[in-house]
């Protein structure tokens, strides 16, 4: 059963009901990996990654994973972010969408005032990068993929 706060941002951003229907709940995206991401000052930021859902363990004593997909979060008005790390392969612990909460320590970085409605993506550290993204708005896509595509 999804948890109705955390499915809530998901049905307000463009494309976000579907990636719910797709994975059936509130996707995580433990240990997914990010495959690019574009930043644009004026016009749209673009996040990929490959995600999936960890569901029970197998025979073989390792996590199932299914319904693998690239997910493409398209980000309108950017206006902060932290990130920290690179290297050849970005592997993220988890990543939260939200709406963006009011940090104080990040008042003087905003390019734009800030709205209710601004929303944020975190992304926790594993491997490579990781941060926050705020922007006015996000939509999001997804293709079904192969676990080796």
Request: proline residues 5%.
């Amino acid at each position: 059963m999804m948890n109705d706060q955390q499915a809530s941002i998901y049905h307000s951003v463009l494309g976000g009901s579907d990636l719910l229907a797709w994975f059936g709940q509130v996707p995580n995206f433990h240990d997914a990996e990010i495959l690019s991401l574009y930043l644009c000052r004026r016009g749209q930021s673009v996040l990929r990654l490959r995600g999936w859902i960890m569901g029970k363990v197998g025979h073989d004593r390792h996590f199932v994973l299914d319904k693998h997909a690239v997910v493409t979060f398209m980000l309108e008005g950017v206006m902060d972010l932290q990130l920290d790390g690179l290297s050849s392969q970005n592997v993220i612990g988890g990543l939260t969408l939200r709406r963006a909460p009011d940090r104080v320590d990040r008042r003087p970085y905003l390019t734009l005032a800030p709205l209710p409605d601004d929303i944020e993506i975190q992304m926790e550290p594993c491997f490579g990068m990781d941060g926050r993204i705020r922007a006015r708005s996000v939509a999001i896509t997804f293709e079904p993929s192969k676990p080796n595509d």
